[in-house]
């Protein structure tokens, strides 16, 4: 008795925690996709004569004016597209190269195995912000390198939870029975294995999301990565640095935006990967 | 094997007694002070970092000294007379100064510092030119020396203040060795040098023999803080006494006032900031799209609201406080459809890309590079700011030639003349001029140098203004102040102008 009541409880919470998760992403992707149309001017309208105006004092400026002059609310909303492109694009690109990786390294082993896991071993001990300043030393900082980055860096989660999986999925009948009956590698990696894949794959994209959101705000804050021209999260909190004490708001909308979003992207990985996984195996 | 053995040895036997020394004389308190930067040489001839003389003006004495207000009072000299022809100086020595390491000061140290100046040694650092006028020093007597000059040169007296005149021991360095001396420094100053690390601060303590009176702190660390809400957080935290400018951003201004434990220092100072042109390549070689880019410009609301009191605009590179400084000189005016027009006329397409190279620690400017970018962007450039990290800006961007379309240049102009600023950017061939290649420019600033007539000489030194002005080589932002940070601990402390803060008569409680 007391076992059902408990599992009811967890069941209500994880219902809660899918509801919340996607309130919370779903509302900050609707606010960024009509940003253009609510802000037209993208938040980098500058107005001296109204700088560092406190928020919910005007229509004007919901959110209050930054240290130009510019309102917060258009920068935090317009400034989410950033995030949230290098974010989706990242994980895209890391889903794409990594599971290519775990595949032809679980199911072909030997050499390719060998060499694409060492790469991933080099690739898991190197300094993440020693990279990617040797990165953006050489190649400049941009979005697009932005992204790559975050590609190199991340795909090796991807390729470990794959190769782990296929390497365990490679022995049973079906794969089995499916390469006596003469079935093409292609074929097996595509129809059999990869279908089998795709709920920790999409686990871990949910909660790699949210990292790689972390990951580019913390870059933009140091002034790597995008262009300080263009209003992003990171870059709003890097130029609020020397206001907190005199100007909370200029930082704290920003950092919410980014608390919100990871908070919002987590809940929804994790429920995620309790329906698609109850046993939690794969659990990251 | 032996010899490294026998070094490292002394090595400790010098940190030795140098703990020993410094232990008696603690009671009388340590005073820390943050620098922005950490000026990585110590040797006179090899710096040109304001950074290196807030240290080294505690270290070393010139033969004249100039405090924060600014007048020229006897140094290591206690009296000179200038010949007629302005082409003879005669210094007569303070006597019985010795260099921390116990070698005497005498007209010898005189001769080998200026010979070191201005023979190879010299030729290594960018000191020298600023010294050029000087043909050679002869010793008279032990306590007299002659300045020979090639020509006259009004600045000399104040720039024997500074820099690369300051006097250094002889037989040290030539036992030592020059590597050895730079970053082991001895001089004849208020402080004796104890330890230097490079990026984390240099160490010095009191030098109870110093001619000028015994210091009246023991020690006196600085740490080399380049974050400004770091060093605003270090002083709040009592961790650091003195936060020394350029660094404390107009935005933390307000933090400071309201704290009751510090205190606020502004004085207006000799630092400029430009945004300077590639008149070399890209769209900035033409002379319409920097005016047009200068016209685009609003600095006077800049300079009001970001600067908020603590800067006040300029026309040309230079401080109202300068010699040269031109209160008639109109430069151009706010006007951004004159600008769109000026592109228009000069082929400039929309939207054109235009990069700005700024000094990444520098708060302040990386608020007005983005006001001025709005503005730019408002008449149909396409600009992008992109900070450096200010050894990188400095050394391997500037000089190289390798900067974006403008670039940040902030300049001290220690001397207060508009020499000393607008040689070092507008001549052929200086470090500070990558780009600019102009016969009658170089003409016009050689031909002020040898003037002694201070009016016939700022007749010119404004004629250059004027000049530049007309070719816009730069774009003028202001003249800010100098802003230390002060814990009220700190007393008998006076902010100077140009950073270089002598502290032997600042106590602590």
């Known amino acids: ?284 | 094997m032996e010899l490294k053995f026998t070094r490292s040895l002394l090595g400790a036997l010098a940190l030795s007694t140098a703990l020993i020394a410094a232990s008696p004389s603690l009671a009388a308190g340590k005073l820390t002070v943050s620098l922005s930067q950490d000026p990585g040489s110590w040797d006179p001839v090899d710096t040109f970092l304001v950074a290196w003389a807030t240290v080294a003006t505690n270290i070393f004495d010139g033969l004249t000294y100039r405090g924060p207000d600014l007048k020229l009072v006897p140094g290591l000299a206690e009296s000179w007379q200038v010949s007629e022809d302005g082409k003879k100086i005669t210094f007569k020595l303070r006597q019985n100064v010795k260099f921390h390491d116990g070698e005497p000061f005498n007209a010898d140290a005189v001769k080998f510092t200026f010979d070191r100046l201005l023979g190879d040694e010299g030729s290594k650092g960018p000191q020298k030119s600023n010294y050029a006028a000087i043909e050679k020093v002869e010793v008279v007597d032990p306590s007299t020396v002659d300045f020979i000059l090639k020509s006259p040169d009004p600045v000399l007296l104040t720039k024997l203040a500074g820099y690369g005149a300051m006097i250094v021991p002889p037989n040290y360095i030539k036992e030592k060795g020059e590597d050895y001396f730079n970053t082991h420094p001895v001089g004849t100053g208020a402080f004796k040098f104890i330890s230097y690390e490079p990026k984390i601060g240099v160490k010095l303590e009191a030098n109870p023999d110093y001619w000028g009176g015994a210091p009246k702190i023991s020690e006196l660390d600085y740490k080399f803080i380049t974050e400004p809400a770091t060093a605003v957080a270090e002083l709040q935290a009592g961790r650091v006494d003195i936060v020394v400018p350029p660094i404390i951003p107009i935005s933390m201004v307000p933090t400071i006032k309201g704290d009751s434990r510090l205190e606020l220092m502004s004085v207006p100072g000799p630092t400029v900031d430009a945004l300077r042109f590639n008149t070399r390549d890209g769209i900035t070689a033409d002379v319409r799209v920097r005016k047009a880019i200068i016209m685009a410009v609003d600095r006077k609301t800049i300079v009001d609201a970001i600067l908020a009191g603590q800067a006040s605009e300029i026309v040309s590179f230079q401080s109202s406080l300068s010699l040269g400084y031109d209160p008639d000189l109109k430069g151009l005016p706010f006007d951004p459809e004159g600008a769109k027009k000026l592109l228009a006329e000069a082929g400039v397409k929309p939207g054109a890309p235009l990069q700005i190279d700024i000094r990444g620690n520098d708060a302040t400017m990386n608020e007005v590079a983005q006001a001025v970018s709005s503005y730019l962007q408002a008449v149909g450039l396409n600009p992008t700011i992109k900070p450096y990290e200010l050894n990188v800006l400095l050394n391997d961007i500037i000089p190289q030639g390798k900067t974006g379309a403008l670039f940040q240049q902030k300049w001290g102009g220690w001397t207060f003349d508009y020499d000393n600023t607008a040689y070092s950017m507008y001549h052929s061939g200086e470090k500070w001029n990558p780009y600019e290649k102009d016969a009658e420019l170089d003409k016009l600033l050689e031909s002020q140098r040898p003037m002694t007539d201070a009016a016939e000489r700022e007749k010119v030194l404004k004629q250059i203004a004027a000049y530049v002005n007309d070719k816009a080589l730069e774009l003028p932002l202001y003249n800010s102040n100098a802003i230390y940070g002060v814990n009220k601990r700190v007393k008998n402390f006076t902010p100077a102008p140009d950073n270089r803060i002598k502290l032997n008569e600042v106590t602590v409680d």
């Open chain 1, 1 to 284: 008795m007391a076992n059902a009541t408990t599992s009811g409880r967890l069941n209500r919470f994880k219902a809660m925690e899918f509801v919340v998760g996607i309130l919370l992403f779903g509302t900050i992707c609707l606010a960024v996709l009509f940003a253009p149309l609510l802000f037209p001017d993208g938040g980098t309208k500058i107005d001296l004569a109204a700088r560092l105006t406190a928020p919910f004092q005007s229509f004007a400026h919901v959110l209050g004016t930054d240290p130009l002059g510019r309102d917060v609310l258009a920068r935090v909303v317009t400034g989410g597209k950033v995030s949230l492109v290098v974010g989706f694009a990242s994980v895209v690109g890391s889903i794409f190269v990594g599971v290519a990786m775990g595949l032809v390294a679980g199911y072909y082993r030997g050499a390719w195995d060998a060499l694409l896991m060492r790469f991933v071993d080099v690739q898991l001990a190197l300094p993440f912000i020693l990279l990617a300043i040797t990165f953006f030393a050489i190649l400049g900082g941009s979005l697009i390198n932005t992204i790559v980055l975050l590609i190199v860096s991340q795909c090796v989660q991807y390729a470990r939870l794959v190769r782990g999986s296929v390497l365990s999925l490679r022995e049973r009948e079906f794969i089995l029975s499916a390469r006596a009956i003469g079935v093409a590698d292609r074929n097996i990696i595509l129809r059999h294995l990869l279908p089998n894949l795709l709920g920790p794959v999409i686990v871990l994209a949910t909660l790699n999301f949210a990292n790689n959101i972390l990951l580019e705000s913390s870059l933009t804050f140091l002034g790597l990565g995008v262009d300080p021209t263009i209003p992003s999260w990171g870059g709003m909190l890097a130029d609020a640095r020397t206001y907190l004490q005199t100007a909370w708001w200029v930082s704290v909308f920003p950092g919410l935006a980014i608390l919100l979003t990871v908070l919002g992207l987590n809940l929804l990985g994790d429920w995620l990967r309790d329906s698609l996984d109850p046993t939690g195996r794969t659990s990251r």
